[in-house]
């Protein structure tokens, strides 16, 4: 057995590399590459996840896998190796039961998809991308057809993202959430809407990266093992565990943009470069989901960067870096203006308390999709109705509703969203376990001291990767499953002390 | 046909998106890589590089080749398929004739004799790297055998480069450039050297990065298809023809460093920025030897923009860039500082007139060393009797002796060095031929426009790629083989104002 182990390391090690090369070739697309470089690069990235997918694929591979799984059976639960064995059964049925033609019939649909989808919304014509996006539909649930053993037709697509997450886990979450969230959410924009203008003036482009940089680098993102470059939109990226690279966009106009982007990245990064070395060049050298991933870049980006107890301790250093711009504000303007609630139309400007709201509503429309309760032709006036009756709000036109976000148009449908809200609960459920585990970290925070939550979520979360599926790793963290009690708690307290409610 | 033409095509289109890929990983690790990546970027690498092998030495490229070969010779001369298909040929068979085993071996001793050099160097000690050495001639002479019907034992070696040149045709001609340079260097150093203070004070460094691209612009390289960042050592890459890339190293207190490098580098990205589009993703679409390479280099470094007539149109624009620098300084005192000749012992400082006697010493010494009529351990001794013979100069110690270039340690010995010098020779023939056509390139350079000479060059040289090999492109442009005449006329012309010799 010991010689077939090294013969999957050495398998999954290849793969790992060309996917880790596709994403340095993706990477440079978007922060370096010139305009020229764009067709040869979609032929380099299209011949390396051809040969990614041949490896991944291999019937080789399949049967080292098949020869191992009776071995990983008898190998203590956190076993290393175990965890080694059965990822790359989940992922090597993943790759081979959706057919390389399927897949090669969806990259081409999905690829003319966004193209339309892009001139739709600048038409604000639904009507355009109609067509495509039922189509897009179809597809998602042939896609979903070829795990007949699921218990709900979204299930296996959001598997893809967030693995061990289903509907059923899902919506009675997302429904508790939604109840108590709309009453605050009303409470709040009853009340004068916080005065922001000082957030929008005039701050030097290159001032707000050091700033942010500085704060990052006390939280811990490792700048020895990372970079952090410009890109018209921010994301995170990893070529291994000890190179993950950040990217931010910076408005001279606008502080919030810089600053909450970067600390949201460093979240995500700061996962990935924390995962135990020993995993590094495996399979499981990477964040375990994407609802775990959003719950650190939430975590950083609204628990910690938009808290008091942080700018208790950076404000000052604010006002002395924008002195002219943040002299004559007060800590307190200052602290209600980066933390305003509105009701709003566009979900990536909105606030911690109505942000859910909007991801909510789209995850219910795909699930309705999916479920063929609701047609494709009729996705506009449901969303707006949507809009209407969860945030009070109605889109002037489709381009600010249905066709606002990429996603549908530049993926499937399903398993698009989730990811962002159980982030969100996530990072209450997993801020509450530490704050019980190391009372003083808000004042540890007050003192700009990181060390304690960081230590806590490296050794607690970080330092597993893909070790353990999502929810086994929170019935580990949590002892107990998913619950949206302590982000809620989290949520009422920090609202309620501002809006008094 | 057609069917195995296309066939052929794509598996070396295959071959070039991976080897362009590594390009990038290069690039990455020079340019912007954080230190905590290096290790995983080995392995990646390493991988792209086995992939690129397997495909490189498949029995089905093999059996393609073969097939197409009787094809190939019914086209005419100047056909683009013919020449993939000879070109696909000579690769095929050097990659196949070199056993792989016999590659991974030469691949783990030059990384070692790297490591034992960097060592050697930094000590003085060349007993440090000896056994080492030994090796890699040893090593030398077996990668030659495998092509036992070269005419010399270094012919193998210099066609990895040089594809096309043997030690035939280069003998005479360094033979010949000896003979003249010595002299002329001779006049040159009995006179009092040149005053270059000017060049040497404090430059700000982005103010000589602005004024570098803002000249390389001018002469035609595309910043569309290209970009310049910052690296320990200069150098070009090319991830297509539609994306090539330079690097520059910049130095506050010396305004040479900077600026020659960045025209230097824009000269070898002109070359494969100029390649007809036609090529591009095929096995021609790159340049094609070292020599050429290093021709264009050299011209757009030296004949252009170490020439007077350029700076007759730069030099106030650079006087207006540095007041406090250059205000003060006449034309004539800028102009004789950055063409200073004089005996010198470092290769890469050396100037115009000195440098190719100091490739001229490494090649012979590489080539007594594969006859096997030098020994390594008389190597210190060897060189330093060539350098005083040649240069009139004696190292003080083996680290600026024998030590000094990286070429021997890091690479084979045989066919490291000629490229250099071949290049100058070629800079001389070609930049004649250019003016044959068009005798008021000089004026045109005197008003700061470079399309006139750009122009011929792509249209004579770049556009063809790896179309013809070296000999036949320069019997193509020149209508005769090559010829060191016109490139000493231009040095002796040149020398000789600036000297009155």
């Not at 811990?220 to 470059?229: I, L």
């Amino acid at each position: 057995m010991e010689e077939k182990v090294k013969q999957l390391a050495s398998r999954l090690a290849e793969i790992a590399d060309i996917t880790n090369a596709q994403a340095l070739l993706n990477w440079d697309q978007l922060t370096n590459m010139p305009n020229g470089g764009a067709e040869a690069r979609g032929r380099q990235l299209a011949t390396l996840a051809k040969i990614s997918h041949d490896l991944s694929v291999a019937p080789e591979l399949g049967q080292l896998i098949e020869d191992l799984l009776p071995y990983a059976d008898t190998l203590p639960d956190t076993s290393q190796e175990a965890a080694m064995i059965r990822v790359a059964k989940k992922d090597y049925d993943r790759e081979t039961r959706i057919p390389g033609e399927f897949v090669g019939k969806i990259t081409e649909h999905i690829s003319n998809t966004y193209m339309k989808w892009v001139e739709a919304r600048a038409q604000n014509n639904f009507e355009l991308v109609r067509p495509a996006l039922e189509t897009t539909l179809e597809l998602s649930r042939e896609a979903s057809s070829f795990f007949p053993e699921a218990a709900h037709v979204a299930d296996p697509l959001i598997d893809i993202s967030d693995n061990g997450m289903t509907v059923g886990i899902i919506r009675p979450l997302f429904s508790d959430l939604r109840k108590e969230l709309v009453p605050i959410m009303q409470a709040i924009t009853s009340q004068a809407p916080a005065e922001d203008a000082c957030i929008k003036q005039y701050f030097p482009e290159d001032d707000q990266i050091a700033f942010g940089e500085k704060v990052i680098r006390a939280m811990g993102y490792d700048f020895e093992r990372g970079r952090q470059d410009r890109s018209a939109h921010p994301f995170t990226t990893r070529f291994s565990i000890n190179d993950v690279r950040i990217t931010t966009r910076v408005k001279s106009d606008d502080f919030l943009e810089a600053f909450f982007s970067t600390t949201h990245e460093a979240g995500h990064a700061m996962y990935e470069q924390g995962i135990d070395q020993a995993l590094e060049g495996s399979n499981l050298a990477s964040g375990t989901s994407a609802g775990v991933h959003e719950s650190q870049s939430r975590l950083w980006e609204n628990v910690v960067s938009r808290g008091k107890p942080f700018w208790e301790c950076y404000y000052p250093q604010l006002q002395e870096i924008f002195p002219s711009q943040f002299g004559n504000v007060s800590m307190d303007t200052f602290y209600r203006a980066i933390n305003k609630v509105q009701r709003s139309l566009i979900r990536t400007d909105a606030d911690e308390v109505t942000y859910n709201l909007h991801v909510m509503i789209r995850f219910d429309l795909e699930i309705d999709m999916l479920e063929e309760k609701l047609e494709v032709r009729h996705l506009p006036e449901a969303w707006n109705e949507r809009y209407r009756s969860d945030l009070g709000v109605l889109p002037a036109s489709d381009a600010e509703g249905c066709m606002q976000d990429v996603h549908w148009y530049g993926g499937l449908i399903g398993g698009a969203f989730q990811g962002y809200t159980l982030g969100n609960i996530l990072s209450g459920l997993f801020y509450g376990k530490a704050l019980e585990a190391h009372p003083d970290i808000p004042e540890q925070i007050r003192q700009g001291k990181f060390d304690v939550l960081h230590g806590w979520l490296k050794d607690n979360i970080y330092a597993h990767g893909r070790k353990f599926e999502a929810p086994e790793l929170i019935q580990r963290v949590t002892g107990s499953s998913m619950t949206t009690a302590p982000y809620l708690a989290y949520l009422k307290a920090k609202f309620g002390e501002l809006y008094q409610i």
